[in-house]
């Protein structure tokens, strides 16, 4: 089969419509966030910036760099999400009539379904990072893309919560409580961090 990514538009909205459980919202999170930092690439690409000076265009030149990198790993992540919900599924679909397979099978949901909760985690991570070089974009960019950076911001702190829920689900069928604190621990922290480097590119755009 196919990459998801590798699809005409067409097809791959269809696929998100079908009744197949996957690709479902960690891969549209993942997307989104493609978006996103796609929209910023565009803006750090231009020739004009917000003052016309070197300063301006070493910062876009940092951005451009950065998001380029995100922007190949999020949507790298769009098939990695719906492998990762099929292993969750071929998981519990393992036999379960001994006491061995019954020990064997929760072993590979737990194993599945932290896999599961790494994919989304890691879209918000990108999400975060992109967030930062948003602030950059807006500092420095032209200011007759605003509209766009603004959407791009829009789009990654979409993403990013987006994903969160899709890594809390998985976190709540998980047994390993040290594993599920630290992730949720991570996961508020990256919420938090990016609402205030969302709000400090929206006042560097006004």
């Not at 301006?56 to 030149?61: F, G, S, V, Y």
């Not at 019954?102 to 975060?128: D, F, H, N, Q, T």
Request: charged share 20%; with cysteine.
């Amino acid at each position: 089969m196919s990459r998801l990514t590798d699809r005409p538009i067409r097809e791959l909205l269809a696929a998100f419509a079908s009744a197949a459980p996957t690709p479902g919202g960690g891969s549209a999170a993942a997307l989104t966030a493609s978006v996103g930092l796609s929209l910023l690439a565009m803006v750090a690409s231009m020739s004009r910036t917000r003052n016309g000076s070197d300063d301006d265009r070493a910062l876009l030149e940092s951005a451009l760099n950065a998001v380029e990198h995100l922007g190949g790993h999020t949507l790298a992540l769009v098939d990695d999400d719906a492998a990762a919900y099929d292993a969750v599924m071929e998981a519990y679909r393992k036999p379960r009539v001994t006491e061995e397979e019954k020990v064997e099978r929760r072993r590979s949901i737990e194993a599945a379904l932290r896999g599961a909760a790494e994919v989304p985690l890691e879209v918000m991570r990108a999400c975060r990072a992109g967030l930062t070089a948003a602030v950059d974009v807006a500092r420095a960019g032209n200011p007759s893309a605003s509209s766009d950076i603004g959407v791009s911001v829009e789009l990654l702190k979409a993403a990013l919560h987006s994903a969160a829920l899709n890594v809390g689900v998985n976190l709540s069928s998980l047994s390993d409580s040290n594993y599920v604190d630290a992730v949720t621990t991570e996961t508020a922290t990256l919420e938090n961090s990016a609402a205030a480097l969302a709000t400090a590119a929206r006042s560097a755009l006004s």
